[in-house]
Structure formats: C-alpha cells, structure tokens
C-alpha cells in the first residue's frame, strides 16, 4: 500500500500562487507516475498534471499550462504542484494520485490522496 497525504491547500484571491505537496509513505516505488486531479462543486474530477518517476517527462491539462508547475523529489518522496496566475475557476479540491503505470485518466491510479481544498476569491 501508498499512503498519499495532500497538503498547502487554502484560500487566495485571484491571480496569487498556492503550493500544494504530496507526501508518499508507505510501499512507495520511485517507478510511480505522480499525478494531480481536482474536482470542483458539481463537477467530475479531472486530470491537472503527471510527472514522470524520473521527473523528466510532464504533462498538464490545457487549463492550467504555463500557471502550473508539477515537480517531485524522490529523495523525499514528495510532488509538488506550484499553481500560479490563480482564477476563480480553479476552485476545486485537489488530489495526489500514483501509480506505475499511469496517464491522464483517473481510472489508471491506484492510489489517491484525502485531498486538500483550494480556494480561489475573485
């Protein structure tokens, strides 16, 4: 088992940054895909970012790329979603995701966070 525990989640107004952090314990493996979803009120969760086990390789959803930033340290065994030019829309929780063998869907990881609320005021 991975335990995934989110945290750096809060409220900012628009245009302000937040950082959110993805702890890993457990029978972590370095060969994890990393992977950041949300879900706002009334909405499927959806897919944000995945980073590579080597951190190399990243992917974003069209919403958030060139405000979002997806990074790991596997000496920690920790990822990280550094968000930036925040907008209302962004509102959502958000949830660390991992997996071997992983992409954008959300059916493809195995194990998922608690989630942390992101708040974003216009």
């Known amino acids: 088992q991975v335990r995934l525990v989110e945290s750096g989640g809060g409220l900012v107004q628009a245009g302000g940054s937040l950082r959110l952090s993805c702890a890993a314990s457990?029978?972590?493996?370095?060969?994890?895909?990393m992977g950041w979803f949300r879900q706002a009120p009334g909405k499927e969760r959806e897919f944000v970012a995945a980073i590579s086990w080597s951190g190399g390789r990243a992917d974003y959803a069209d919403p958030v790329k060139g405000r979002f930033t997806i990074s790991r340290d596997n000496t920690k065994n920790t990822v990280s979603l550094q968000m930036a030019s925040l907008k209302p829309e962004d509102r959502a929780v958000y949830y660390c995701?991992?997996?071997?063998?992983?992409?954008?869907?959300?059916?493809?990881?195995?194990?998922w966070g608690q989630g942390t609320q992101v708040t974003v005021s216009s």
């Open positions: 995701a991992a997996d071997p063998n992983a992409g954008r869907e959300d059916n493809t990881y195995d194990y």
């Open positions: 457990g029978r972590t493996s370095r060969s994890n895909v």
